[in-house]
């Protein structure tokens, strides 16, 4: 028999072609999850930089103490420094919490419904993107303003971002997984990511924890964020070895999320 | 290629009775093990039941096949398992050709959107490309009979609205296999009829469609054939008409099992020589025997004789018969044999009799049996309708001027 087969599940090919013929409903998915939020609200798309200003806010106010404590003043380019990490740390935060409740809270659609269920956490992350590419417009002026100039190390920047894509949507979709088996997930997710802003290089630089360091940067994020710095603040290229280890955190995550996703999937409709 | 749309074979489903885990010590077991083997293995477990239980069918392309059953019966099941949201422990299902659901229309609608932009996003959730929707955009608002509101949130629709802009959207899929699962009854009358006449078309037009409802008249419109499922197996299949009489007969056997006080008992049904019967043809006749034994005197009592329409329970006729000419008055022990005579003008269905005994000066219904009898009207020419008025042509050639 040809088309419409049920496939057995776990065969990525399939999965693949499968999420492609989807590919408008995923379009349409992140289109509402993007429509929605900012519907009935006055402040509208300003939503979208609130959250990454409030970070830079208090990245800027801890620097300032530190300064106070070091006699080293806090000088346009930290301020820079932070924008440039609050915003992927913003946009990770924000991804990760709607893709988590993302099964949970179509549940209509995962029982009524058939198609593949990646849309529903890859469409979060995607709208959170989209916030993300709002909010970088203000880092952009922050970055002309702190007059940081443009080096050619920059050129890295896609690749990181691809893989911080990545490495959210590994943990998105295996928590999203998690959370419609049980609830818990979700309030571990929010303690986590509550508190995952200190064992972040955020606010503060790997390098100033000194011969502690390598233990942040074992957060994968850690190195990206430190990478992005780098390339768009300090003009200077990556670590590779660090940035080698989150991108293989990125890649292999996401593959192994998407199979266990894959797995799990047929068993949705009747647990959740 | 196989004219065979949709072929269900041998599957069997089961579901978990009450709360998933218990405790955390089954929890990590059951779910490490959900997850490796894919829990496809076919023993029950301590509180699961199988839902479907070895269902084998098939429906050839552009038929229409009606699912019908009590309740619990795993009709939604059987759909859900065909639009793979649930997946069978055992057995194959093969679907050839692109499937639609209609399974609770408009499931996918946000409340805060527009009906423009829940048609767009619907549709979407139901497999049409941008650009298909788009094209069929003015016709799927034109069914729906909201140009008016199309851009008011449908958060402010009523459930009718919803149910047709949900209808609407899902109508316009062009599925190769169809599936629809009760809902008719939302809309009013006239959009009811309209999605009728719309599965209708499909049907026509070489879609393949299974169409699961509680609306038994609905069922026999729109399809040539019906399952029939009970408890989670096939009971019957085959030509609508048929099946129907298997549905509504165990229906009616399990509804009311006439209790010691009922005064009538024992009613059969023959024809005119006197063989037990249930199908008839237009215009028969028939008899309907049954014993009596009322406590109170005949003359004070009518038989009441009614005729349903199994389908829709529709009252084809309700008489009140007296009785006082059964008996001499003064005289009432031991039971009557009674008989009665009918004639069945009545077209093609299934049909149910109920008698019951009600006493006028206390105005109280002495005894129910419903149903007394079941009876079916088969004839070979395509008559539609309710009642055989025995019509008759004739013609006479005119004289020429």
């Known amino acids: 028999m040809a088309t419409g087969d049920i496939v057995e599940k776990g065969d990525m090919k399939e999965s693949i072609r499968e999420l492609f013929e989807y590919r408008h409903l995923l379009f349409m998915l992140t289109w509402k999850e993007i429509r929605i939020r900012y519907k009935q609200t006055i402040m509208g798309f300003f939503w979208a930089l609130l959250m990454p200003m409030l970070i ?79 909010a970088s417009v203000v880092v952009v002026v922050v970055l002309i303003l702190a007059r940081t100039g443009l080096g050619v190390d920059i050129l890295w920047l896609p690749l990181l971002l691809v893989l911080l894509v990545f490495l959210t949507l590994g943990l998105g979709m295996l928590l999203a997984c998690g959370n419609l088996f049980f609830r818990d997930v979700k309030y571990i997710v929010e303690v986590l990511l509550t508190f995952g802003i200190f064992f972040t290089p955020v606010f503060y630089e790997a390098k100033m924890l000194g011969k502690w360091a390598p233990v942040i940067l074992l957060n994968p994020l850690a190195p990206l964020l430190e990478a992005m710095n780098d390339v768009i603040v300090l003009h200077r290229p990556p670590d590779y070895g660090w940035l080698g280890y989150s991108a293989s955190w990125a890649v292999l995550g996401f593959l192994i999320a998407w199979k266990v996703f894959d797995r799990a999937e047929s068993a949705f409709a009747e647990n959740i | 290629m196989s004219e065979i749309a949709v072929e269900f074979d041998r599957v069997w489903k089961k579901f978990r009775k009450g709360e998933s885990f218990d405790s955390l010590r089954d929890l990590i077991p059951a779910m490490t093990k959900r997850l490796l083997s894919g829990d496809r293995d076919g023993d029950l477990r301590p509180r699961e039941f199988w ?31 065909l639009s793979k949201i649930l997946r069978p ?101 006239q959009f009811q009829e309209k999605c009728l006449e719309k599965m209708l078309s499909f049907a026509k037009g070489g879609t393949t469609v299974l169409f699961v409802s509680h609306n038994l008249a609905a069922v026999s419109t729109l399809c040539p054939q019906t399952a029939f499922l009970s408890g989670g197996t096939l009971r019957a299949m085959g030509p609508t008409s048929n099946v129907m009489t298997e549905y509504v007969r165990s229906v009616q056997a399990g509804d009311s099992a006439p209790s010691e006080e009922v ?53 084809v006729c309700d008489y009140n018969l007296p009785l006082a000419h059964l008996r001499p008055s003064g005289q009432h022990a031991g039971d009557l044999q009674c008989g009665l005579s009918f004639q069945v003008n009545l077209l093609r269905g299934a049909y149910i009799i109920v008698l019951h005994l009600y006493h006028c000066p206390t105005a109280k219904f002495l005894g129910w049996i419903r149903p007394a009898a079941f009876f079916s009207v088969e004839e070979t020419a395509s008559w539609q309708g309710l009642a055989h008025v025995n019509p008759l042509l004739i013609a006479r050639e005119s004289e020429g001027e």
């Open chain 2, 51 to 81: 839902a479907v239980k070895d269902v084998s069918f098939q429906v050839k392309r552009g038929e229409a096949l009606g699912i019908i059953g009590p309740n619990g019966a795993g009709k939604s099941t059987v759909l859900k398992l």
């Open chain 2, 263 to 315: 005064p009538i008992r024992t009613a059969r049904l023959l024809d005119e020589s006197m063989e037990t019967i249930e199908r008839f043809s237009p215009g028969q006749k028939a008899y309907l025997t049954f014993s009596m034994k009322p406590d109170v005197p005949l003359e004070e009592c009518l038989l009441g004789f009614i005729i349903r329409r199994a389908t829709d329970d529709l009252p």
């Open chain 1, 56 to 134: 830079v806010a208090a990245g800027v106010l801890i620097r300032q103490a530190f300064a106070l404590v070091s006699d080293q003043p806090v000088n346009l380019r930290d301020v820079a420094s932070i924008c440039v990490k609050a915003l992927p740390w913003a946009f990770f935060v924000g991804a990760i919490r709607f893709s988590t409740s993302s099964l949970t809270g179509n549940s209509n659609l995962v029982t009524k419904i058939y198609f593949p269920r990646e849309v529903f956490p890859v469409s979060a992350v995607l709208a959170n993107l989209f916030d993300f590419a709002v």
């Open chain 2, 89 to 189: 422990n055992k057995g194959s299902i093969h679907v050839q050709g692109r499937l639609s659901a209609l399974i609770e229309i408009g499931a996918g609608f946000h409340p805060d959107l527009t009906g423009r932009e829940n048609i767009y996003l619907n549709g979407a959730i139901l497999g049409m490309t941008r650009e298909e929707i788009k094209r069929k955009f003015d016709p799927i608002v034109e069914f729906s009979g909201l140009e008016e509101f199309i851009d008011t949130p449908v958060k402010r629709y009523s459930s009718g609205m919803y149910a047709r802009l949900g209808f609407s959207v899902a109508a316009h899929v062009d599925p190769d296999v169809l599936l629809v699962d009760e809902v008719l009854s939302v809309g009013d009358m």
